[in-house]
């Protein structure tokens, strides 16, 4: 005996306002009786400890509790029986609805180092209390709701950046202390997840040969705690970029994972 959650997305994307549409699929040998067949939604927003030494978020696992975004139980249908064979039940749920209150913001679906944004739908085929339920999870991705994209891309804005010797705060070299160096340029800071990350950079001046870049795209992830924000970060992506000339101008386009 089996059960599955079959979405009518292939890539389980939704968003807020849309209805999560979907079919329960049962496969069993001989028919059974069940007391009803339940749908349970449930989305939070959560610290998860992973292994190795605890950062400073997670130090804080304990402390703060998970923020509850829904929670939701549909009955797709009441008691019955189910036949042998493969039998497929659909349901249609709405996960904000506007007659219902909102206790909090359906964030976006997120994965990180330290704190994870997630939506489960889990079924249940109840039997009794003689019998296990069937029971099949399943994550489902919610994007931001579609009143609140805008209309038109966002506009790229490009900050300019530059990195000399009297910039670093690790040790250097004598010879790059002395001589110095300078490297300029400007990079997009505010451009849609989907589009690629571009920029450039000129090596001005350096009193030793550079013979690479590398570039770092980093995750930055904060919890607010009282008054005090703590913060983390952790490496995403590494590009590097061979450099042919001591004086040369690069222009980069990084395609960032997703965040």
């Known amino acids: 005996m089996s059960v599955e959650i079959k979405l009518s997305r292939f890539n389980r994307i ?8 979907g079919k329960v699929i049962t496969k069993l040998q001989s028919g059974v009786s069940y007391q009803s067949i339940r749908v349970t939604i449930d989305g939070a927003v959560n610290l998860q400890v992973r292994g190795g030494s605890a950062g400073v978020i997670e130090s804080f696992y304990g402390v703060i509790k998970p923020i509850r975004i829904i929670k939701k139980v549909v009955e797709v249908r009441s008691s019955g029986k189910l036949g042998s064979g493969t ?24 994965h990180g180092s330290n704190i994870s944004i997630q939506y489960l739908m889990t079924v249940d085929v109840v039997r009794g ?25 966002v506009s790229p804005e490009m ?17 790059l202390k002395s001589g110095g160096f300078r490297v300029t340029g400007k990079i997009c800071t505010q451009c849609s997840l989907m589009d690629p990350v571009g920029g450039e950079l000129t090596v001005e001046a350096s009193a030793l040969p550079i ?9 930055v992830e904060s919890i607010l705690i009282g008054e005090k924000i ?19 101008l690069c222009q980069f386009i990084l395609f960032c994972p997703a965040l």
């Open 14 to 21: 939704y968003c807020p306002d849309e209805p999560l549409e």
């Open 87 to 110: 039998t497929e039940i659909p349901f249609s749920i709405i996960l904000k609805d506007p007659k219902e209150e909102n206790l909090e913001k359906f964030y976006e679906t997120y």
């Open 129 to 153: 209390y003689l019998h296990k339920p069937l029971t099949e999870t399943m994550e489902f991705i919610v994007e931001s709701e579609k009143d609140n994209l805008l209309q038109k891309p």
């Open 159 to 175: 900050v300019i950046f530059y990195i000399t010797q009297d910039t670093q705060r690790h040790q250097l070299l004598p010879e």
């Open 211 to 219: 013979q690479s870049i590398d570039i770092h795209v980093l995750r």
């Open 230 to 248: 703590a913060t983390e970060t952790s490496l995403i992506q590494t590009t590097q970029m061979e450099m042919f000339a001591d004086k040369c």
